[in-house]
Each structure stands twice: as C-alpha cells, then as structure tokens.
C-alpha cells in the first residue's frame, strides 16, 4: 500500500488536495513503519530466533543473517531519510493529522536532495532483499522440506 502511495505523489499537481492527503498517508505509515521496526528490532535483540539447523551450509547461515539485518537496516533508513526530507524540504509531517512531528534538522536544500536520493534508492534494495528473503523461505518449504520455513512461523513449537 505504502509502495502504491509513494509511485501515485509523482503523478499528482502539487497544489491539488489529493496530493496533500496521499502525503499525509504515505509520510503517516512511513513513520508507523519506523516505530514498529525500532520495537521489533529491540524485540529481536532481547529475544533471540532459534538457531538455525546444522545442515545448513556456513554460507547460507551468513546470508540468512546478512539479509535479515539488511531488511532491518533498510526498513528503518527508508522511512527515516523520508522524514528528513520532508523536513529538510521546509514540509511539515504529522501522524495522520493528529500530532505534528517536530523537524530534527533546519532547512537544507542540500540535504533534503541527498535524503530523497537514498530514500527512492532504498526501495528498490528493499525490493531486492525482500524477493531474496521469501525466495529462500520458498525453497526450504517446498525444495528442501528441512523445517527452516516452519522455524519462520509465529506460532511454532520450539
């Protein structure tokens, strides 16, 4: 949904009200998307997944890992540097239009360009790196049936 927001702004007059609602929402589940990415990672680190089967390659273990904090990483400096932007760009943002977000930064063309950059950037590594991660939960569902993709369910037995 966010991805669908974000590709209609372009296509939008700038002095059209559809165009302020679909940044309100699109600026609104960004920083929904980061808070819950800062409480899952502080979740994560106090509750440590189960360890991975031996019968995985050293390789696989590294690349499961590497893809996991990437996507942490990613999810967390997209909506960051989209905040910045708008900042940084002199535009207000607020939480669904119930509570304004003060800037953390003053106005800076400067940076609101370069903070725009990594934030349309970042989408197409998020991309990359989601397909990555349900391509290898695909294959250890359905190719090697070892019980990787069972460990990745909410409700598992441990």
Known sequence: MIVSLGWAIPGTARENESCDLLLLFHRSIGLLI????????????????PLLPPSLMRIEILAAHAT???LYALFVLMPLS???????AGHSVNFFGLVE????LPENDR???????????????????????VGGALMHWIV???GVFERMLPLRSR
């Open 111 to 133: 940076i609101s360009q370069a903070a725009i950059a990594v934030h349309l950037a970042t989408q197409f590594l998020i991309y990359t790196f989601v397909a990555l991660h």
């Open 101 to 104: 977000i003060p800037p953390l």
């Open 144 to 146: 090697r049936r070892d």
């Open 68 to 70: 996991h904090w990437l």
């Open 82 to 88: 989209g905040y910045i932007r708008a900042t940084a």
């Open 34 to 49: 980061l808070a819950l990415m800062l409480v899952r990672g502080v979740w994560r680190w106090r509750h440590p997944p």
